[in-house]
Each structure stands twice: as structure tokens, then as C-alpha cells.
């Protein structure tokens, strides 16, 4: 789990470029907030909202993400204020908490924008619960928010902003359906009614930080689709709180919270918010740990008794979300994955057509973007698979099942990388067999997405033979040719029959 977390593939160190520039934006964003004179608190909201900005802005172009940014104060500081003005009633704090959290999830179905705006407004509202925010405070929060804001857009969209140069991947959430078909409409309701068991079972743990168990119910919910992906969270939250304990207890609580040191402790866990994320909840659980038991340190009220108590409050909110999945509106992981498998599948088919373009003679056509959509997609199918081949699921046909799928959608992707560089390559053009093999892969995938559709004949391209340089290409074809047709038996097999008897 260790070795995933840190030695997993980084291609174009983009994980790594994310964190270290994370530290740098956060870090000018809260050195601003001390220039300007905020206090402790202010600083600390400002730094969050940094963080937030930098982590769930996610639009696919870097003009998006500034709008997306620049939106942020407009649902935070609303937010803020009402969480400040209901501090002293419980019970319309309560319901307050529990609406902008069902509102949060369910604006995930306007795509990356709703989604980094609802999780913007629920932290805001959380923040402030962890703060304990009074509206004479809010003056100095909204500037602080707004300068933190500026600083680390100043960071990732002008000293840093190496998005520039990469070739976006839109890869928004399957939506269909109306009213509670919707995906996002389920989910709303199964955060609002996750968040409510959390709520009140968190009041019962402890009356001052019930918050931690509502925003353990929320963030197992963020970017989940089905009730198998939020019991794997659920559990990976709880392991990650459960690991940085200890951190927390020979680190944190020894340093006093001596500035400098909290300072630097502070920057390790964005670090690795930032790096593991993409690799790994429950490293990046374990950072959230350390980093939270820093700041109450800094904020001079933390002690193992409230180390312990965070533990208990991550695990009633997480049993909140697995309650809520299970039981109301649930979502099938087979459903979800089904979605997003057969999504893959058309991006690569996708890709070979743009291939079989380019290898054609088309000069506009240009399989590499479809290529980049075809790595998140696989990200996403991954994540979506996770419950299946987790070590500790008791389906082992379906576990074998599942595992069996992703080797074989890793090596269609490999051959699609492979194939995407001969195309472009002049010399492996005007081909007429790739014209041909491109043609067979295509109608292999529209027979695993679409397979009441009658088999197309390819073309006759009349091209003439380049053996050298077609030899790549043409092994790439074939590689992928033979992944699609295995492919054909896990998928159009029934999903809890034994994988070889299929």
C-alpha cells in the first residue's frame, strides 16, 4: 500500500508537479494573510480555501478552472455567513449543515464545476464548525478567503501553470435518466440521509466536534458513483484516520505548537494530499490526519483525547455513508462499471479511427487527445472496479471477473499508445492492410458496446503495402485485436459465473 502511495507511475511527474505547486500556492496564500494583518483563524480559513481551490478545481481547460475559481466566493462566503449566523441553534445549524451537503452532491451533475462548487460550499459551512466562526468574524474571513484565493491563482494560472501545455481529457460523469434515475439525485439523497445518522450519532461522541462525522460521511461520498466505491472509501478513510493516530501523537503533540515546525509539518501533509490522491485514499486519509492535527496544534487545543475522538467521529461517519448506500436508493457497483467500461471502449475506438484517419493521409486527423481521454477513462474504471479486487471481497469469481477486465483494458490502452505513435510517423502511412486492421478493431468494439449491430465490411482503400514501416503498426492492430475479442467473454458473460466456464 506503501509502495503504491509513493512509488506509483507518475507520467509527465504530474502528481508531483501538482503537490510541490499546492505547497507553494497554499504557503504564499497564508504568508499574504499574515502580511495583511489577519489573525490565526483568518489564516488558517484562508489557507483552506487555497487548498480547496487547488484540489476540486478540475475543468479541463485552464480558462475553466480560473472561471471555476473565480466563482468560489460567490457559494463560500453565503455559505460561511449562514454557518456563523445559526453557531449558537443546533438544530438549524443541523439542518442547514445537512442541506448544503445534499445540495453539494447533487450539483455534480453540472460536471467539474458543480462539483468543486458544492464541495467549496459544504467546507465553508464544515470550516467554519471547525473554527467555530461568529459573524463579527466574518469581515476578516471573506478578505482572508478572497486574498488566499488570489495568491494561489496567481501561482497555478501564472507562475505555474504547466496545464498550458497539456492536452485536456473531459471525462465528466455518466448522467442519464430523470428525477431518481439520476445517479446524482440518488446521491444527493443518500448524503443528506448518510450525513443525518452521522450527525446524530457524532452529537452523542461529542457536542463540540460533531462536524468531523458529517464531513467524513461527505468526503466518502465525493467522486463515488456506486454503493461498492463508497464502502471501499469508508473503510480507507477510517485506515488512513486510524494510521496517522499515532503521527499524530509523537509529532504533533510534541511540537507545542511551535510555528515554525507546525509550519513545515503543515506543508508535508499537503504534500501528500496532493501526491497520493490519485493512488491512494488512505495515504492521502493519512496526510488529511496529520495535516488536521497540526493546525489544531496550532490552534493550541489539540491532546490524544482529541486525537481519539476524531478516530471515533471518522468511523460513525463513515458507518453514516455504508448505511446510506446499502440501504437507501442504493446504486449498483455492476451498473456503474458497466457505464464506464463501455465508455473505454468507444474511446478506443475512437482512437483507432482517428489512427485510421492519420494512417489514411489525413492531415487534420490526430489520435492523441483521444489517447489522454483513454488514460482518465481507465482511471475511472479502475476506481469504479475497486470494490470487485479489493484483497478482502468475499466474490472471488466476480473478484477474478474483474481483475481479468482490467489487464486486458490496460493492454488495449498500451497498444492504442503504441499505435497512436506509428501514425504519427509519416512513413507508416497510405497502408492498406492497417487501413484494414484499423477497420476490424473498430468492429470489435461496436460488437462488445453495440452488438445488435450488424458487422460493417471494411472499405476497399487500395493503397499500396509498406512493409517496414507498417510492421509496427500493424503489431500494435493485432494486439489489440486479441485483447477485444478476450475481452468479449468477462463482459457478455453472466456477472457471477466462474470466469472459466464462461
Known amino acids: ?234 473503510f480507507r478513510r477510517v485506515l488512513g484516520t486510524l494510521i496517522g493516530i499515532p503521527v499524530g501523537l509523537c509529532v504533533v503533540v510534541p511540537l507545542h505548537g511551535a510555528p515554525v515546525p507546525t509550519a513545515l509539518l503543515v506543508a508535508v501533509g499537503v504534500f501528500g494530499i496532493f501526491y497520493t490522491a490519485a493512488v491512494s485514499y488512505t495515504w492521502m486519509m493519512f496526510s488529511v490526519t496529520v495535516m488536521a492535527g497540526a493546525l489544531y496544534g496550532a490552534l493550541g487545543v489539540l491532546d490524544p483525547a482529541l486525537l481519539a475522538l476524531r478516530l471515533g467521529e471518522t468511523a460513525v461517519g463513515a458507518l453514516g455513508a455504508v448505511l446510506a448506500v446499502l440501504f437507501v436508493l442504493p446504486v449498483t457497483t455492476h451498473a456503474t462499471t458497466d457505464a464506464w467500461i463501455q465508455r473505454a471502449l468507444r474511446c478506443v475506438h475512437a482512437c483507432t479511427e482517428e489512427a485510421a484517419a492519420r494512417l489514411s493521409g489525413s492531415a487534420t486527423a490526430d489520435p492523441a487527445p483521444r489517447v489522454a481521454e483513454l488514460e482518465a477513462l481507465l482511471g475511472r474504471v479502475r476506481l469504479s472496479l475497486a470494490p470487485l479486487v479489493h484483497p478482502l471481497s468475499p466474490l472471488r469469481a466476480r473478484r477474478a471477473r474483474a481483475a481479468h477486465v482490467l489487464a486486458l483494458l490496460d493492454e488495449c490502452a498500451r497498444e492504442v499508445r503504441g499505435l497512436a505513435s506509428v501514425a504519427a510517423d509519416p512513413e507508416a502511412s497510405h497502408d492498406a492492410r492497417l487501413a484494414a486492421a484499423c477497420w476490424r478493431v473498430e468492429s470489435a468494439v461496436e460488437a462488445l458496446t453495440a452488438p445488435e449491430r450488424p458487422v460493417r465490411t471494411p472499405l476497399a482503400v487500395g493503397l499500396p503495402a509498406h512493409a517496414a514501416a507498417a510492421e509496427p503498426a500493424l503489431a500494435h492492430l493485432h494486439g489489440l485485436e486479441r485483447a477485444l475479442a478476450e475481452l468479449a467473454t468477462p463482459l457478455h458473460s453472466p456477472p457471477r459465473s466462474p470466469l472459466a466456464a464462461a
Not at 483563524?41 to 478545481?57: D, K, M, P, Q, S
Not at 439542518?95 to 462539483?115: D, I, Q, S, T
Open 1 to 234: 500500500m506503501l509502495k503504491r502511495a509513493f512509488v506509483a507511475g507518475d507520467p509527465g511527474r504530474l502528481r508531483l508537479r501538482s503537490a510541490v505547486r499546492a505547497v507553494f500556492g497554499i504557503g504564499l496564500a497564508v504568508a499574504v494573510c499574515g502580511v495583511a494583518g489577519h489573525s490565526l483563524v483568518a489564516a488558517v480559513t484562508g489557507g483552506l480555501a487555497a487548498l480547496l481551490a487547488l484540489f476540486t478545481v478540475t475543468d479541463t481547460t485552464v480558462r475553466g478552472q480560473a472561471v471555476t475559481t473565480a466563482l468560489l466566493p460567490a457559494v463560500g462566503f453565503p455559505v460561511l455567513a449562514l454557518a456563523a449566523v445559526l453557531h449558537g441553534h443546533p438544530v438549524a445549524r443541523g439542518a442547514a449543515f445537512l442541506a448544503v451537503m445534499g445540495a453539494g452532491v447533487y450539483a455534480r451533475r453540472w460536471g467539474p464545476r458543480g462539483h468543486a462548487l458544492g464541495v467549496f460550499a459544504f467546507m465553508a459551512f464544515f470550516t467554519s464548525q471547525f473554527l467555530h466562526t461568529l459573524p463579527g468574524q466574518l469581515p476578516e474571513l471573506y478578505s482572508a478567503v478572497a486574498l488566499s484565493l488570489l495568491s494561489s491563482s496567481a501561482v497555478r494560472f501564472g507562475l505555474w501553470c504547466y496545464e498550458r501545455r497539456l492536452t485536456p481529457a473531459a471525462v465528466p460523469a455518466p448522467v442519464s435518466g430523470t428525477g431518481l434515475a439520476r445517479i446524482t439525485t440518488r446521491q444527493a439523497i443518500q448524503a443528506a440521509a448518510g450525513g443525518t445518522v452521522a450527525l446524530m450519532a457524532g452529537q452523542l461522541l461529542s457536542d463540540q466536534r460533531w462536524y468531523w462525522a458529517v464531513g467524513a460521511t461527505w468526503w466518502v461520498f465525493v467522486n463515488t458513483a456506486s454503493r461498492g466505491e463508497t464502502l471501499v472509501r469508508g
